[in-house]
């Protein structure tokens, strides 16, 4: 599968913003969706994820509440509501995919086996 996100761009403080990630390829059939972040000079950081049913959702302490991650699989698309956003979350988003239904919504980058190319979000103060 095939991954590519985008719908980044500078966004006020307080701000709301929907970053997107369309899959080609393949459906999103049995595909864990996640989404991770990087910061300049900082390690890629779990954001966000989905499982493979749309049922179960997993979210970072830091964007807990701000943030609302969905799936379409008819459209082979997931998304990321971000709303309130800080300064501190200024980073390239990047949308991920790894395979399975014994997902538990790992954080770990390494388990993700599908990655696209990352968007830009930039907060302004």
């Known amino acids: 599968v095939q991954l590519q996100a985008f719908g980044g761009g500078l966004v006020q403080a307080g701000g709301s913003l929907r970053v997107s990630c369309a899959a080609s390829?393949?459906?999103?059939?049995?595909?864990?969706m996640g989404w991770f972040r990087q910061a300049p000079g900082k390690e890629r950081e779990f954001v966000s994820s989905?499982?493979?049913?749309?049922?179960?959702?997993y979210y970072s302490d830091s964007v807990k509440g701000r943030f609302t991650i969905s799936r379409d699989d008819a459209k082979t698309a997931v998304y990321l509501q971000m709303n309130s956003l800080k300064p501190e979350d200024t980073a390239v988003y990047y949308c991920?995919?790894?395979?399975?239904?014994?997902?538990?919504?790992?954080?770990?980058?390494?388990?993700?086996?599908?990655w696209g190319q990352g968007t830009l979000v930039t907060v302004s103060s």
């Open positions: 991920a995919a790894v395979e399975g239904r014994a997902y538990m919504g790992t954080r770990s980058a390494f388990r993700y086996d599908y």
């Open positions: 390829g393949r459906t999103l059939s049995n595909l864990n």
């Open positions: 989905v499982n493979w049913s749309g049922r179960n959702t």
